[in-house]
T-cell receptor
């Protein structure tokens, strides 16, 4: 079992739907990340939150909207997604230092119809 | 400059054999080198990691060898088991410009390891 918990594990949505992915960690980590992973590829960074503030947006389309309600929670709000957005969405966290390893959750498998 | 090159893309090993995965990098600003293991349907799990001032680190059957001058590092899995069959990613971490409380992970392209019984 991972210490980063993501819900739901699977999500199927239409292109006009609005849904949210949730991530929770209780390791006291102060940096949290969203990644997108396509099949047979490494994860690609989307967003970084540091001390609950958005620090990095890797030119992600606005149909993806991150939110960090507190130091343990991270959400990713989805709206008007495209079929090419189907992927595994991974949340990760790390201690509040730049060269500490990131710990990943098991992801949400997202399918866009 | 930011790439980490990983080889081979796939690897087949017999049970009990040694699995070796290699990575090379160019960016000398990388200062932490983790390896991740990913099973189908799961997220990447941190397996073992090394800092550039150390030439080797061993944890159980897993060993990282690090050659700073050659900018290369490798993962050795001794006595490989069918349960080790997974995708392995090497990675390197560097700070974002200006110094931050978070790091940028640069992944290799991954190696699919299959261990036959």
């Amino acid at each position: 079992d991972t210490e980063v918990t993501q819900t739901p594990k699977h999500l199927v949505m239409g292109m006009t739907n609005k849904k949210s992915l949730k991530c929770e960690q209780h390791m006291g980590h102060r940096a949290m990340y969203w990644y997108k992973q396509k099949a047979k590829k490494p994860p690609e960074l989307m967003f970084v939150y540091s001390y609950e503030k958005l620090s990095i947006n890797e030119s992600v389309p606005s149909r993806f909207s991150p939110e960090c309600p507190n130091s343990s929670l991270l959400n990713l709000h989805l709206h008007a997604l495209q079929p090419e957005d189907s992927a595994l969405y991974l949340c990760a966290s790390s201690q509040g230092q730049d060269n500490q390893p990131q710990h990943f959750g098991d992801g949400t498998r997202l399918s866009i119809l | 400059q930011q790439q980490v090159k990983q080889s081979p893309q796939s690897l087949i090993v017999q049970k009990g054999g040694i699995s070796i995965i290699n990575c090379a990098y160019e960016n000398t600003a990388f200062d932490y080198f983790p390896w991740y293991q990913q099973f189908p349907g799961k997220g990447p799990a941190l397996l073992i990691a090394i800092r550039p001032d150390v030439s080797e680190k061993k944890e159980g059957r897993f060993t990282i060898s690090f050659n700073k001058s050659a900018k290369q590092f490798s993962l050795h899995i001794m006595d490989s088991q069918p349960g080790d069959s997974a995708t392995y990613f090497c990675a390197a971490i560097t700070s974002f410009a200006g110094g931050t409380s978070y790091g940028k992970l640069t992944f290799g392209q991954g190696t699919i390891l299959t261990v036959h019984p």
